[in-house]
């Protein structure tokens, strides 16, 4: 009864802020119709606060903790949800789970403890820690966490079926994760985990706090998130609002890339080579320095600075000013700025002379024309020339210098065009010379090299999901690009799927550049026993750590032919109530096939690389695209010797993702032969 009553309270004083907002919102509009452009951003700010309210109105705490003082005795109830609010009397209504005292929760047993605060470290004694089950403003259970294990608690969080999107975990956080989301923000960290630890869900909460502890003097929009696939980014976007966090920016690596080119590259899709590995690598890095040299050469148009035929400057004495300036700096476009600045000041300096000089040579055109069009057109010509020259020819000058305006795709096809130039016993084919994935780095770097970081120095903090599918010249070339930002990346060796593009050590990463420890995440909450023991038999094969997963026990793993009806297995899983199924091909040919077979009979969906989301319920999808999702029911599709080769690590890796994409059920089909690992 007293928490039904204390749940009461505050949900009557989160309605009296959604009251309060809306009379604020009225007198915004009344008080500033004068100016719109202030109305209108006090006003959003007001409605995302309202919203907020309203969308944790219905689950406004999650937990509760009482904590005794040492030093003021006093003992502070604190009840804990994804925000804090503070009633019109500021009293406070609840703590944000991102408040250094919201640690004790996460990190602390009953009895003597403490906690880091902006003051230093408080001692005092944890007196209560109680997890509640509020659904739709109803307290539906609570348990106290010195009678109920954790794993306990974990096991009832995690038996539920999921929805198509990504949860939150704030509620669930263990302490190695809380460890990691709270990790100071000048810190670079590489985290690997096994699947199902967390990893994503831990990168997005390490971002929420972040954003949460550094709100005084970093903008929501100086942080960024990078994902494998636009799929995936919009897979995991609404966990960031639902933890009252809008405006990060969320990438893949194309988007990342056009977004810094200032282009819409268009990917030629062919299958990837050995040629990949190369360009992925940091020894693709000296091939392209090597091509910014020649571009170095051509920055420096091969004509005078003219106007109207009348010389300003001899190309001769700008490439002086431009050899001069070009060991300060390996940007061009600095480069570039600094022989402006030069040129500017040289002209500024010549101004009277040079006016002189252009009316006598207006005055020598004069002479040998008669037609009075063109006469006319030589006055106009002279004022412009006088008037160029005594703004510095500033707007002449820009113009003057090749490269720095060009669009990079067309100098990096360029450069592939003329690769043997530039790289000894390496042959790029016809194909190559076309913009692949594995391209994007090296134009992102090409880019650098010539214009610098532009408006990418704003970033302070960087998000890499999935990181193992990067080579270390992606990690080098962001370090480059986003200077003045720190980085969290996360990834999982074992779920290196892509022949020719991974990181082959973690090693690789702190060696082009990032200060950085590296954390495990070891435990796997995603998946249930069984399946993580038949998942581990991959782990063991390859010589890889095997993850551990959480007490949490289901049914065996299937194993069967596939004379059994997939629609029919799907059916038992739809009435079973679970509400995302997913059936996993190895290729995009195979789940294509399963999408045709099944789209008559069942409500199912394609997922492939052009997919921007999943809303739920059955789809076919390949063992690529399903890494960093999670489904309540998986069925594998083919699971055959002859179409994951036990000889081929990555294959082998690409089944262990397939597997642990499950919660709660899997069932792994074969046409002839089971894979041998998993007998």
């Known amino acids: 009864m007293e928490e039904e009553l204390k749940l009461k309270e505050v949900i009557d004083e989160f309605q009296n802020l959604i009251d309060e907002n809306k009379l604020k919102q009225q007198a915004v509009m009344k008080n500033y119709s004068h100016d719109v452009d202030t109305m209108v951003s006090l006003l959003n700010s007001l409605e995302n606060k309202e919203q907020t309210l309203k969308i944790n109105i219905e689950k406004p705490y999650f937990a509760r903790i009482d904590f005794k003082d040492s030093n ?210 940091i020894s693709y890095k000296d091939s392209l320095d090597k091509y910014v040299v020649k571009l170095n050469e051509l920055v420096v148009s091969n004509q005078d600075l003219e106007m109207f035929g009348f010389t300003i400057m001899k190309r001769e004495e700008i490439l002086k000013i431009y050899d001069r300036v070009s060991k300060d700096t390996e940007i061009i476009l600095n480069r570039v700025e600094k022989t402006i600045m030069f040129m500017k000041k040289e002209i500024n300096l010549r101004q009277e002379k040079l006016i002189v000089l252009a009316n006598k040579y207006i005055d020598s055109l004069f002479e040998s024309e008669t037609n009075n069009d063109v006469l006319k057109k030589l006055v106009k010509q002279r004022e412009m020339i006088k008037k160029e020259i005594k703004n510095d020819c500033s707007s002449i000058i820009r113009k003057y210098f090749n490269i720095v305006n060009e669009k990079t795709s067309l100098l990096y096809i360029n450069f592939l065009k003329n690769f043997s130039d530039y790289e000894e016993g390496v042959t790029l084919t016809l194909k190559n010379q076309k913009i692949k994935y594995e391209d994007l780095v090296a134009l992102l770097y090409l880019r650098y090299r010539i214009v610098g970081n532009g408006d990418y120095l704003k970033y302070q903090h960087v998000v890499i999901d999935e990181s193992q599918d990067y080579g270390d010249f992606f990690f080098y070339t962001l370090k480059c690009i986003l200077s003045n930002a720190s980085f969290s990346v996360f990834g999982d060796l074992a779920q290196t799927i892509y022949e020719y593009r991974t990181i082959e050590s973690w090693n690789k990463v702190i060696e082009v550049g990032y200060d950085s420890n590296l954390y495990y995440l070891s435990k796997s909450y995603r998946t249930t026993i069984e399946i993580m023991e038949a998942a581990n038999k991959i782990n063991k094969y390859l010589g890889l750590t095997e993850a551990e997963a959480v007490i949490r026990h289901g049914k065996e793993v299937v194993y069967e032919k596939l004379s059994y009806s997939l629609s029919n297995r799907i059916n038992e899983f739809l009435n079973k109530g679970y509400k995302t199924i997913a059936v996993i091909s190895k290729t995009k040919e195979d789940a294509y096939l399963i999408h045709q077979q099944l789209k008559d009979t069942l409500n199912i969906n394609l997922i492939s690389d052009e997919s921007l989301e999943y809303n739920g319920g059955v789809c076919s999808i390949t063992s690529s695209l399903s890494k960093g999702l999670e489904f309540d029911a998986v069925i594998i599709n083919k699971a055959d010797s002859n179409i994951f080769n036990i000889e081929n690590d990555f294959d082998m890796k690409l089944l262990y993702v397939s597997m642990t994409r499950a919660l709660h059920e899997l069932v792994v089909t074969y046409d002839n032969e089971l894979v041998s690992v998993l007998k």
């Open 72 to 281: 003021s005795l006093k003992t502070e109830v604190c009840y804990i949800g994804k925000i804090g609010t503070m009633n019109e009397d500021n009293k406070i209504v609840t703590v944000d789970w991102r408040t250094p005292i919201a640690s004790l929760y996460y990190d602390s047993a009953l009895g003597n403890t403490g906690y880091l605060a902006p003051e230093g470290r408080i001692e005092g004694n944890l007196l209560l820690k109680r997890q509640y089950n509020i659904e739709n403003r109803k307290l539906l259970d609570y348990y106290d966490v010195d009678t109920v294990s954790n794993d306990e608690l974990l096991n009832s969080c995690l038996s539920t079926s999921v929805d198509s999107r990504l949860k939150n975990i704030v509620s669930t956080i263990q302490k190695e994760q809380n460890d990691i989301i709270r990790k100071p923000i000048e810190q670079d960290i590489i985290v690997q985990g096994v699947a199902g630890s967390g990893k994503t869900t831990v990168a997005l909460h390490r971002i929420a706090y972040l954003v949460y502890q550094n709100r005084d003097h970093i903008n929501i929009d100086q942080y960024m998130i990078i994902g494998p696939n636009k799929f995936f980014v919009n897979y995991i976007s609404s966990v960031l609002p639902d933890l009252d966090v809008n405006g990060v920016g969320e990438f893949d690596l194309l988007e990342f890339t056009n977004s810094f080119l200032g282009e819409n590259i268009k990917l030629d899709k062919t299958s990837d080579d050995y040629i990949t590995k190369f360009k992925m690598s």
